[in-house]
């Protein structure tokens, strides 16, 4: 029995171990090749710079991190709200009979490729953004909508768990002070649950910023500054998957140094998320 346990601790470190090396290595790896470009173009060049043009040794990334910011933006606008609303349903709301054909629908939004919500964002929700706006419908409201689609299992996924946990005496309590189910389930049982809120929002932020096939079939992908919702954008890793096939020297050093500045918006993305849980840990 104690070696079964001892063999069973080695293989769990193991995996663990594995999960951060190879975290290690893909930082080690963009890190070595995307920093030197940086300093070859310069920081400011390449952070502030407003013209992407390989053609002539122009290397400069702020339209796509405005791109991706908004867009990322504007899809937690959209479908975060509705993601909570929806967890609560489940949650607390959802009739048992139909509880287990939502739950199943959801997760196969989950399972769904990127490639296909991108065709269905080119099918149907781009000729409706030009039949309303009567220009072309890539646009950066486009790609939105559809990435505020797309997000939405994964912070149902989050939220619908954390909420379910909340343990029965906070509803129970609330009703016992004579509140309402509905005041009992918002005012008591959500808040409660608000690290988990918080995860899954942090999840679905980390979805809509790195996704790429969907955007780039939606978005216009024009690396300019954006200049409103309805004209094309281009992202990061619209820019990355568009020019990396072709790519050489300082040009691939360069989408590669792309590459670094996602993942150090993704790390302040969680680090910022896991201080804000913590002080709202420590203040309760």
């Not at 504007?74 to 993601?83: D, H």
């Not at 196969?108 to 039949?131: E, K, R």
Request: glycine share 10%; hydrophobic share 55%.
């Amino acid at each position: 029995m104690k070696f079964k346990e001892s063999f069973m601790e080695a293989v769990f470190l193991i995996a663990a171990c594995a999960s951060v090396l190879a975290v290690g290595l893909i930082c080690f790896f963009l890190f070595s090749n995307g920093l030197p470009a940086i300093f070859k173009i310069g920081p400011l060049k390449f952070l502030t710079g407003t013209v992407w043009k390989p053609s002539n040794n122009i290397y400069g990334i702020l339209p796509m991190i405005l791109g991706s910011i908004y867009v990322t933006g504007l899809a937690i606008l959209f479908g975060v709200p509705i993601a909570i609303l929806t967890s609560i349903f489940l949650s607390r709301y959802c009739p048992k009979k139909i509880y287990g054909a939502c739950k199943a629908g959801i997760n196969l939004m989950s399972g769904i490729p990127s490639i296909v919500y991108g065709f269905f964002g080119l099918v149907l929700i781009v000729p409706l953004m030009a039949d309303l706006t009567h220009k072309n419908g890539n646009t950066m409201l486009t790609a939105a909508i559809l990435l505020a689609i797309m997000i939405l299992p994964t912070v149902v996924g989050v939220t619908e768990a954390a909420i379910s946990s909340v343990p029965d005496s906070y509803y129970e309590g609330s009703l016992a002070l004579g509140a309402t189910h509905s005041q009992s389930v918002f005012f008591a049982v959500v808040p409660a649950a608000k690290s988990g809120i918080l995860a899954g929002i942090v999840l679905g932020i980390g979805r809509a910023i790195g996704e790429t096939m969907a955007v780039i079939m939606v978005a216009g992908n024009q690396p300019r500054m954006p200049k409103g919702l309805t004209e094309g954008i281009r992202t990061m890793t619209a820019n990355i998957v568009m020019e990396m096939g072709y790519a050489a020297e300082l040009h691939r050093e360069a989408l590669i140094a792309t590459g670094v500045v996602l993942f150090v918006f993704i790390l302040i993305i969680n680090l910022a998320v896991s201080a804000l849980n913590r002080r709202a840990h420590y203040g309760d």
